[in-house]
């Protein structure tokens, strides 16, 4: 999914060509920042390209004979360099976009399911708690874990206190959740349901 959106590299030119979508506004500012600091001639501009996560760094060599050069990289190889920062800066938004839909997709699939549940009158609202579950780790956002094991009644939306965010499971863009609420998100929301109660209402329909 990520390649269809972002293109796939030529053989032949050995870029990514193909793609429905370009870089952010954030991700192409970084291109440029990065395409100055290698045309500087500056050493300290120049070490900064190391930090780019990104960045081809099997061709760092480069970078290391020019600093050490006291000279500024030529501009083919910058072209050359820039272009693999660039496409690895794509193929990132790619996935962002692939993960999250993917995602998405998943928890409106497993409340649909729910709602088809109530629906066919095997199950009433009144039975089901929604409990959102973060994946507990370092990289949850903020405004998530305030709603990690925070339950509420089926049909209700889940509220971040932290930012205000409404959202009947997570990822859900329809009460207006903000894509700071959405992308990358990998929590999820646990359905429990009270089957006790269920069965017997259904005794309590034979009898």
Not at 73 to 93: E, F, P, W
Request: aromatic share 6%; with cysteine.
């Amino acid at each position: 999914v990520a390649l269809d959106v972002v293109g796939r590299i030529s053989k032949f030119t050995g870029r990514r060509e193909g793609g429905v979508i370009g870089l952010t506004p954030q991700q192409a500012s970084f291109v440029q920042n990065a395409r100055e600091e290698l045309l500087s001639g500056d050493p300290e501009l120049m070490a900064h390209y190391f930090t780019r996560t990104r960045r081809d760094a099997r061709l760092d060599g480069h970078v290391r004979r020019a600093i050490a050069a006291g000279k500024p990289v030529d501009r083919d190889t910058v072209s050359r360099l820039i272009g693999r920062y660039s496409d690895r800066l794509l193929q990132l938004r790619g996935e962002t976009i692939a993960r999250t839909e993917m995602l998405i997709s998943l928890h409106s699939g497993q409340a649909e399911a729910m709602r088809q549940a109530i629906s066919s009158g095997a199950l009433r609202p009144d039975q089901i708690v929604k409990i959102w579950q973060t994946a507990s780790d370092a990289r949850v956002r903020h405004s998530h874990q305030a709603l990690a094991g925070r339950k509420v009644p089926y049909g209700k939306p889940f509220v971040s206190p932290a930012t205000g965010a409404h959202m009947m499971y997570p990822g859900d863009r329809s009460l207006g959740a903000l894509p700071e609420d959405v992308i990358n998100c990998r929590c999820h929301a646990a359905f429990k349901v009270d089957y006790l109660s269920a069965v017997a209402r259904r005794e309590r329909e034979r009898a």
